[in-house]
């Protein structure tokens, strides 16, 4: 397996599985289709790479706050959960595997990444990969000094996140950006339901207190 399969270029597609298909063929669910993967059918791969790359994308764009790093982890991932097809077990959600492979692979580039210049990382105003839009921008025109405040808020939110306890952290770019509900965070990140609620609740009260001058 090499990063050209993720390119989609060149990839026999059985007839079960159409490009860009938004619905499972025959009803069969992600961990149903992966486990086609397992024994051995590229074009079953095909289908979750094109579902859910941009999903993936835009986690790791959560996590690493650029954009190259977001595309090259995202990639990363996919190669990950095809390296990994063999030891696949239908015994949780497709989609909870595949975000504990991203988590993992996110903490262990932001830790890596921890000294790096700041260069590194994506301007206050670099669209978000998915919506085209700033991070909590209204979509409308303003003045020169709205702007500004916007700005400085966007700033104020990203730095306050991305110093959030490590699992809090995580919890929060789950919970809010990628809409997880609690017992798929929980079912990633190992704890009870109960736990998840309560490290949200944590994280988002020290984000309400630290960022109560933007409110």
Do not use: C
């Not at 961990?31 to 993936?56: C, H, N, S, T």
Request: hydrophobic fraction near 40%; avoid cysteine.
């Amino acid at each position: 397996m090499d990063r050209g399969l993720l390119a989609m270029g060149g990839v026999a597609q059985p007839e079960p599985f159409e490009a860009g298909a938004g619905v499972p063929p025959g009803g069969r669910s992600d961990a149903e289709i992966m486990l086609q993967v397992k024994a051995g059918d590229d074009a079953a791969f095909e289908y979750l790479v094109q579902k859910y790359r941009r999903p993936m994308v835009s986690f790791m764009f959560r996590m690493a706050h650029s954009s190259a790093a977001a595309e090259d982890l995202a990639q990363e991932v996919f190669l990950r959960v095809y390296r990994s097809r063999q030891s696949y077990e239908a015994s949780a959600k497709f989609t909870t595997w595949l975000y504990r492979i991203a988590t993992n692979l996110a903490v262990n580039h932001a830790r890596d990444t921890r000294h790096e210049r700041p260069e590194n990382t994506v301007s206050l105003d670099e669209p978000d990969e998915e919506s085209g839009r700033t991070l909590d921008l209204p979509d409308r025109a303003s003045s020169a000094e709205a702007t500004m405040i916007q700005r400085e808020r966007l700033a104020a939110i990203r730095q306050r996140v991305q110093a959030l306890p490590e699992r809090q952290r995580i919890a929060v770019v789950m919970h809010k950006y990628q809409q997880m509900e609690y017992r798929q965070i929980a079912d990633v990140l190992k704890l009870s339901e109960s736990a998840t609620k309560s490290l949200l609740f944590r994280a988002y009260e020290t984000l309400r207190e630290q960022l109560k001058e933007f409110v």
